[in-house]
């Protein structure tokens, strides 16, 4: 019913930026919270960065103000901005979606996740 595709991984040195996409589509009447995770091997996924519908926005305290999350409404996208990267920061990084579809029915919806990885 509802797809969330990512883009913008790769692989980058200690210093770099990234700017990872997350476009939405399928039976989508309108999307509430989304966000960015992600997940190391071993540990439990971990929230990057949230936004409302209406811009507020939320960060994990271990980025030190170094990633950004924006959307485009119109588009049913959302994007990371990530800068001064770490090799800390390797991981899958995987979009998240709060949508109510057309049906209004509310999900919860993955994208497929994005590795990252940071050389030092």
């Known amino acids: 019913q509802v797809q969330l595709v990512e883009s913008g991984g790769g692989l980058v040195q200690a210093g770099g930026s990234l700017r990872l996409s997350c476009a939405a589509s399928g039976s989508i009447f309108s999307i509430n919270d989304m966000g960015w995770y992600r997940q190391t091997p071993g540990k439990e996924r971990e929230l990057v960065a949230a936004i409302t519908s209406g811009g507020i926005t939320d960060y994990a305290d271990s980025l030190e103000g170094r990633f950004t999350i924006s959307r485009d409404n119109a588009k049913n996208t959302v994007y990371l901005q990530m800068g001064s990267l770490k090799p800390e920061d390797t991981a899958v990084y995987y979009c998240?979606?709060?949508?109510?579809?057309?049906?209004?029915?509310?999900?919860?919806?993955w994208g497929q996740g994005t590795q990252v990885t940071v050389s030092s």
């Open positions: 998240h979606a709060l949508v109510l579809t057309i049906a209004r029915v509310t999900l919860g919806v």
